[in-house]
């Protein structure tokens, strides 16, 4: 008796302890707090793991940017910003525990929307959009069906998807060659990583080849991709005007080299947006001189908001860039990307409901009503950085363009302008596969012309 | 829960009786009671979504794993396939055949039963560290296969499913409380079954085939058969955690949420938790993936913005593995072990040993 009484007083304080542990911890997210007045960012980080070293540039562009608006702009149209970092390392499984952390907002601070940063988390949470009506914003990546804003209205895959990639690379092949009848009997190759990422641009491209008569070829290789020399022999014999590379991580290095031992010459390769940072040439050497890359935000220090982030906040020593020769890299400026594509959102939706802090369901018309025009980007300093931008309710990608970037053995150069996809002619295509995933889940899609 | 693996008395020459322990089931009922009605009252979605809800299916896989490696000592690292196929197969059902979850839940279990059956075909050939190598091989395979052969995730370009819908016969579980509850009332009913299996003739039989086969076939227990079985039911109970993992956790998934850091996420929580025992389960995943939450949460409360992100994460990292081989060298049996001879010592408080 006397060992049940003693277990059952055990058991009564380790319930004890539970439950004030878990009380306390429910009183972290109250809706009103201290912070009521601010603007919550949550970044979901991986600054461990195998793509650490690309993350700690996208984060640093990030606070940086927050940081800059923070001190100098006074936030958000005199809302301020807080931030906090949740360690996803990349996977499904962390990321969805840092949203489930972050989607109640920071002491009272709400979430206007939301970027998992990162392929596995983003197909995770897709769900959850709708359900916790808190937008999620894919830069460059994501599932491309959700452009259609009527299935998916709370996903968006901003600025480029990768049927609008595909587009805007054989576009710019029309370019190099004179013109789109010249593209009549020219051999492109598609390298591809054999992942759902890696496959997105099948279709598209089969679609365009039967457009415009090139002779469109498909060579998978597996993950992680550390070895290719049968498929670049294969290339060889083929004997390709044109080869476009969606590599990864690993991949994009060796591809280049072993494309130099094959006698393909760097400046026929195209790399897709995931194989045009530094990191990725860098590791191929000289082979890599001459290697073109598609980017939505391509590399350099030279635009107006780096003007502005030098003077306030690289030369004041208050950069969270470690080493600040990254400074203009292409991952530091995809950061910047991702965070005035999420300020901007919040400045649209502040126009329609005040400048206060904006939840995720206001968030998310702001996203809808988003226009970022010449104007608009000239004032916040991201002309040329940023393609203009402008979303609606059917619409959830809005721009559709690239710029082609060369290396040069040392840094990136511009060697093109924006280059549009031809976004009507893939629409069709991207409405199929909505319209399948809508009938798979049972969704009725949303009418807009009855929306605003 | 009854540990088996205490060694019994030597100098008893009657049949021997494993002894059930009547105090320690107030424990569990309490712990159930409070698991039903008291941890949704007081936790709110962030606590039953992204902390319990994982914690329960990795303890559930910890229990097909343990009921493999721990009770019949066949070594496996296709944990991670396994639970593969338990969630496309799960998946096939509810689109094709529009069946309930929970039906489709355990017919994607019983499928992911059949694969554990073939692959565990070897094991009567093949033993210790080569019939790991072959599970190894079944963990590659499968892979491969969910990511190569389209119609397993219904040609979906991202190849990750989803649950079209979570009902369990016309009531709509895709609420918070909804998954928890279906979560917790499959762990439960299994974790039920395994106690009761492990303690039957069935148990009784791993248990002789892991500790000397030899001995065990002499005694009359027919060890092939032994073992395909243990590889079945232990798959079993990796696919329905699979498919929960994917349906009720996750939301959806691919293949890669079950590579084969899945398969020793699994094997750590065994080996951690206590070899052959159901309770060393629930307290490895506890470990596994509630403390580098805790860790996480103390991190960001005391240091977050004084010291660098990227560092206060390794550290983490790094005091995590320490505190692995810590416990180890403590207590190379596993916390389970641990913790009975807490309670022990506890009993006899404050005499000593």
């Not at chain 1, 003693?6 to 542990?21: D, F, P, Q, R, Y």
């Not at chain 1, 195998?50 to 809302?79: C, F, K, M, S, T």
């Not at chain 1, 306030?312 to 020769?325: A, H, N, P, Q």
């Not at chain 1, 093109?416 to 991207?430: F, G, K, M, T, Y």
Request: proline share 4%; hydrophobic share 45%.
């Amino acid at each position: 008796m006397r060992l049940n009484s003693l277990k059952a007083l055990a058991i009564a304080s380790v319930l004890g302890i539970g439950a004030t542990v878990l009380s306390s911890a429910n009183a972290l997210d109250t809706r009103p707090g201290p912070d009521s007045d601010k603007q919550f960012l949550p970044i979901a980080s991986y600054r461990i793991g195998a793509y650490a070293p690309a993350g700690v540039q996208i984060w640093a562009g990030r606070i940086d940017y927050y940081r800059y608006l923070n001190e100098v702009e006074g936030g958000i149209n005199g809302v301020k910003i807080v931030w906090q970092e949740c360690e996803t390392e990349w996977t499904a499984e962390k990321g969805v525990e840092c949203y489930e952390r972050n989607k109640f907002g920071l002491n009272g601070a709400p979430v206007p929307s939301y970027f998992p940063n990162g392929a596995p988390a983003a197909y995770a949470l897709s769900d959850r959009a709708l359900q916790d009506k808190i937008p999620q914003v894919t830069l460059a990546y994501g599932r491309t069906e959700a452009a259609d804003g009527t299935v998916f209205p709370y996903i968006f895959p901003v600025v480029l998807t990768f049927y609008s990639e595909a587009s805007a690379l054989i576009n710019y092949i029309a370019q190099q060659e004179g013109g789109h009848d010249n593209l009549k009997g020219k051999k492109i190759v598609t390298l591809y990583h054999d992942s759902a990422y890696g496959r997105e641009t099948i279709a598209p491209l089969k679609l365009l080849s039967e457009k415009y008569g090139f002779e469109d070829i498909q060579i998978p290789f597996a993950d992680p991709g550390s070895e290719q020399s049968a498929q670049w022999r294969q290339i060889r014999q083929i004997k390709p005007d044109w080869v476009f590379i969606r590599t990864w991580g690993v991949s994009t290095p060796v591809a280049i080299k072993t494309a130099q031992r094959f006698g393909i010459p760097a400046n026929r390769i195209i790399g897709d947006v995931w194989a045009s940072s530094e990191e990725d040439v860098l590791p191929a050497g000289d082979a890599a001189k001459g290697y073109l890359a598609l980017t939505p935000y391509p590399a350099g220090a030279d635009f107006e908001i780096h003007k502005r982030l030098k003077q306030y906040i690289i030369d004041t020593g208050k950069s969270d860039l470690r080493d600040t020769k990254n400074f203009g890299s292409v991952y530091y400026n995809s950061g910047l990307v991702d965070a005035v594509i999420g300020v901007e959102a919040v400045r649209q939706a502040q126009k329609k409901f005040g400048n206060r802090p904006i939840t995720g369901e206001e968030g998310q018309w702001g996203l809808e009503n988003l226009d970022l025009d010449d104007a608009r980007l000239k004032e916040n300093g991201f002309h040329g950085l940023l393609q203009n931008l402008k979303l609606s309710c059917a619409d959830h990608e809005g721009g559709g363009a690239v710029k082609v970037q060369q290396w040069d053995g040392a840094k990136w150069n511009l060697v093109s302008d924006w280059v549009h996809a031809d976004r009507e002619l893939l629409w069709p295509l991207i409405k199929t596969k909505s319209a399948a995933y809508a009938k798979e889940k049972g969704i009725t899609p949303r009418d807009c012309s009855k929306e605003q | 829960m009854t540990d088996t693996t205490l060694t019994l008395d030597r100098n008893t020459s009657q049949p021997i009786l494993i002894r059930e322990r009547k105090s320690g089931q107030h424990w569990l009922w309490l712990l159930l009671a409070g698991a039903y009605l008291a941890l949704p009252a007081i936790g709110n979605e962030y606590w039953l979504n992204a902390i319990v809800v994982p914690f329960l299916i990795l303890s559930l896989a910890g229990i097909g794993l343990n009921i493999l490696t721990g009770y019949a000592g066949q070594t496996s690292l296709g944990s991670g396939g396994f639970m593969a196929v338990g969630a496309f197969a799960t998946y096939a059902f509810l689109l094709h055949l529009q069946l309930t979850f929970p039906v489709a839940l355990f017919l994607g279990g019983v499928i992911a039963a059949l694969v554990g059956f073939l692959f565990g075909l070897p094991s009567a050939k093949i033993k210790g560290f080569y019939l790991m190598v072959t599970s190894l091989a079944a963990q590659f395979f499968l892979e491969w296969l969910f990511l190569k052969v389209p119609w397993f995730y219904n040609y979906s370009s991202s190849a990750t499913i989803s649950a079209p819908r979570l009902d369990a016969f016309g009531i709509n579980l895709s609420n918070s409380l909804g998954k928890y509850y279906l979560v917790l009332t499959v762990v439960a009913v299994l974790t039920w079954v395994a106690v009761n299996l492990v303690r039957s003739q069935t148990g009784r039989n791993w248990m002789a085939v892991r500790d000397m086969d030899t001995a065990a076939a002499v005694a009359g227990i027919r060890i092939n058969h032994s073992k395909i079985l243990a590889f079945a039911i232990s798959s079993f109970y990796l696919g329905v955690a699979g498919a929960l993992w994917t349906f009720a956790y996750l939301g959806s998934a691919g293949v890669q949420s079950f590579g084969l850091s899945r398969s020793f996420q699994i094997l750590f929580i065994i080996i951690i938790g206590g070899l052959g025992s159901i309770s060393g389960c629930f307290i490895g995943a506890a470990f596994i993936s509630l403390l580098p939450l805790a860790l996480d949460v103390i991190a960001q409360t005391l240091f977050a913005g004084r010291v660098d992100a990227g560092l206060l994460q390794n550290i983490q990292k790094a005091i995590f593995g320490a505190l692995i081989i810590w416990f180890l060298i403590k207590e190379p049996d596993g916390m389970a072990r641990l913790i009975s001879n807490w309670r022990s010592r506890l009993s006899i408080w404050p005499l000593r040993f």
